[in-house]
């Protein structure tokens, strides 16, 4: 398989664009073990890369799913007009951040590489996504400005979305072949480790208690000032643990490498023909990859669907607890630190079972448990079972997550990881929006939040149903 798989990219196509002799495309065919990208670089470099990740935490936990976005629909839009709920209206601004993702993440990826600006791209995203954070300070508790908070969001999400770009690319920067996997896992326990600890500072700093001031520094909650300052300590709190990577990590070489979609906008077609230069090159790539080895893009389709339904478990659940099961704002982050913790013990565990009985085998029995889960979530109500339905779910996302990862890797040939990890990280922000636009869809048609739930679960469905045709790696020849 190995064989037939290196035939999609062969070393030849490189050499005709003058990358034969760059360190990337070296470290891609060399076998493993031998020196590559990132031998030497030691442990300094992979901590500031996992430091990144733990510094992301801040917008993923604190403002997209336990703090912001709850203050946002539950406390902005209260008194909002109109018979639209606020969450429906965050569940089609996320969609879109989503939609503008999947249409620039596949230019600006390979525009990152082909420039070498890769730092300088991840640099830039990181400061507008810290930027849009402290801005959110000014999201007063006014349904007058819950469209200047969803805007906020929207941009933010769009931002943390597409740095992930250069971020996952710079792993092989940090690592070798024989590290990728135990580099890779530290930057995802890391951004657990900062979730957990933001999210504690967050609730005994600034929201627990009651009355008219909150938290251990005695924030007042007039005018949502509280929620406001969170927002500027995660704004914070990203930017110190991002630092590090930028002073550890030196920028790619640049290389010969024909750019192929990521022209200039100033160039032959201007930018909309580099836009659709970008998807004709990804579609050979693609449509190539399918002629070698269709489980392999079998799974990339599957594994987008079912990563974007994963996403819309954290992305919507704190949102659901407050307005559906009845939990307290303040409880909401306990219950985030709870889930975080779940999450991160069921990848342990789930990666211990993917050696024994395979990686699919275990991302199939977590999408059942989950479909499980979350349809009897639909049926209950109040705050005791939300907390037992809602973590016994969140157990089931880690080992998801993990084992996905773990399926291409272990499909992908020595050498090759990162190409086939930069299509996995394409294919899933093209249906990123699925989750959110359901979500919002089945909110506005019941006129209800509880049947949001339905719209993450069809896409779990849709997920698992696309992956049971596609052969585990256990079975390759």
Same mark, same amino acid.
């Given at each position: 398989?190995?064989?037939?798989?290196?035939?999609?990219?062969?070393?030849?196509?490189? +050499?005709?664009?003058? /990358? !034969?002799?760059? &360190?990337?495309?070296?470290?891609?065919?060399? $076998?493993?073990?031998?020196a =590559?990208? #990132?031998?030497?670089?030691?442990?300094?470099?992979?901590?500031?890369?996992?430091?990144w990740d733990?510094?992301?935490?801040?917008?993923?936990?604190?403002?997209?799913?336990?703090?912001?976005s709850?203050?946002?629909?539950?406390k902005?839009?209260?008194h909002?007009?109109?018979?639209?709920?606020?969450?429906?209206?965050?569940g089609?601004?996320?969609?879109?951040?989503?939609?503008?993702?999947?249409?620039?993440?596949?230019v600006?990826?390979?525009?990152?590489?082909?420039?070498?600006?890769?730092?300088?791209?991840?640099?830039?995203l990181?400061?507008?996504?810290?930027?849009?954070?402290?801005?959110?300070?000014?999201?007063?508790?006014?349904?007058?400005?819950?469209?200047?908070?969803?805007?906020?969001?929207?941009?933010?999400? +769009?931002?943390?979305? /597409? !740095?992930?770009? &250069?971020?996952?690319?710079?792993?092989?920067? $940090?690592s070798t072949?024989? =590290?990728? #996997?135990?580099?890779?896992?530290?930057?995802?326990?890391?951004?657990?480790?900062g979730?957990?600890?933001?999210?504690?500072?967050?609730?005994?700093?600034?929201?627990?208690?009651?009355?008219?001031?909150?938290?251990?520094l005695?924030?007042?909650?007039?005018?949502?000032?509280?929620i406001?300052?969170?927002?500027?300590?995660?704004?914070?709190?990203?930017?110190?643990?991002?630092?590090?990577?930028?002073?550890?990590?030196?920028?790619?070489?640049?290389?010969?490498?024909?750019?192929?979609?990521?022209v200039?906008?100033?160039?032959?077609?201007?930018f909309?023909?580099?836009?659709?230069?970008?998807?004709?090159?990804?579609?050979?790539?693609?449509?190539?990859?399918?002629?070698?080895?269709?489980?392999?893009?079998?799974?990339?389709?599957?594994?987008?669907v079912?990563?974007?339904?994963?996403?819309?478990?954290?992305?919507?659940?704190?949102?659901?607890?407050?307005?559906?099961?009845?939990?307290?704002?303040?409880d909401?982050?306990?219950?985030g630190?709870?889930?975080?913790?779940?999450?991160a013990?069921?990848?342990?565990?789930?990666?211990?079972?993917?050696?024994?009985i395979?990686?699919?085998?275990?991302?199939v029995?977590?999408?059942?448990?989950?479909?499980?889960?979350?349809a009897?979530?639909l049926?209950?109500?109040?705050?005791?079972?939300?907390?037992i339905?809602?973590?016994?779910l969140?157990?089931?996302v880690?080992?998801?997550?993990?084992?996905?990862r773990?399926?291409?890797?272990?499909?992908?040939?020595?050498?090759?990881?990162?190409?086939?990890?930069?299509l996995?990280a394409?294919?899933?922000?093209?249906?990123s929006?699925?989750a959110?636009?359901?979500?919002?869809?089945?909110?506005?048609?019941?006129?209800?939040?509880?049947?949001?739930?339905?719209?993450?679960?069809?896409?779990?469905?849709?997920?698992?149903?696309?992956?049971?045709?596609?052969?585990?790696?256990?079975?390759?020849?």
């Amino acid at each position: 398989m190995y064989a037939d798989i290196t035939a999609v990219f062969p070393p030849e196509r490189f +050499a005709r664009h003058g /990358l !034969s002799n760059s &360190p990337t495309v070296r470290s891609m065919t060399e $076998v493993p073990g031998q020196a =590559t990208i #990132g031998q030497a670089a030691g442990r300094g470099p992979v901590l500031a890369w996992g430091s990144w990740d733990c510094g992301g935490a801040a917008f993923n936990a604190v403002i997209l799913t336990f703090v912001f976005s709850v203050y946002l629909t539950d406390k902005v839009g209260e008194h909002l007009p109109g018979g639209i709920s606020p969450s429906a209206w965050l569940g089609w601004a996320l969609g879109l951040a989503g939609l503008v993702v999947a249409l620039t993440a596949p230019v600006s990826g390979q525009w990152f590489d082909a420039s070498a600006k890769r730092k300088l791209s991840l640099g830039v995203l990181t400061s507008l996504t810290v930027l849009l954070m402290a801005a959110m300070f000014f999201v007063r508790q006014d349904y007058h400005y819950l469209w200047f908070g969803l805007l906020l969001l929207a941009l933010g999400s +769009a931002t943390f979305e /597409l !740095s992930h770009v &250069p971020y996952n690319a710079m792993l092989r920067q $940090v690592s070798t072949p024989a =590290t990728v #996997g135990r580099v890779s896992g530290f930057g995802w326990s890391m951004g657990y480790f900062g979730g957990i600890v933001l999210l504690l500072i967050c609730y005994f700093g600034f929201i627990s208690g009651k009355g008219d001031t909150r938290g251990l520094l005695g924030m007042p909650i007039d005018d949502g000032l509280n929620i406001r300052l969170v927002a500027v300590v995660a704004a914070v709190w990203f930017a110190a643990f991002a630092l590090p990577l930028f002073f550890t990590i030196p920028e790619v070489p640049r290389t010969d490498a024909d750019p192929g979609a990521a022209v200039s906008p100033r160039g032959r077609g201007g930018f909309l023909g580099a836009i659709v230069n970008s998807y004709r090159v990804l579609f050979r790539d693609v449509r190539e990859l399918w002629r070698v080895d269709r489980r392999t893009v079998g799974f990339l389709m599957a594994s987008a669907v079912f990563r974007d339904g994963l996403a819309g478990v954290f992305t919507f659940g704190a949102i659901l607890a407050v307005r559906v099961y009845g939990i307290a704002d303040a409880d909401v982050l306990l219950f985030g630190i709870a889930a975080n913790v779940f999450a991160a013990l069921g990848a342990l565990t789930g990666g211990r079972l993917d050696d024994r009985i395979g990686p699919k085998a275990v991302i199939v029995g977590s999408l059942i448990a989950m479909i499980i889960f979350g349809a009897v979530l639909l049926v209950v109500s109040g705050p005791l079972m939300f907390w037992i339905f809602g973590l016994l779910l969140t157990v089931f996302v880690g080992p998801a997550q993990a084992s996905a990862r773990s399926f291409l890797t272990r499909v992908a040939p020595p050498g090759r990881e990162g190409q086939l990890f930069g299509l996995y990280a394409t294919t899933g922000r093209a249906v990123s929006f699925l989750a959110p636009m359901l979500f919002g869809f089945f909110v506005w048609a019941f006129d209800s939040e509880r049947a949001g739930i339905l719209g993450i679960l069809l896409v779990l469905i849709a997920g698992l149903l696309a992956l049971l045709p596609v052969r585990s790696p256990s079975a390759a020849a």
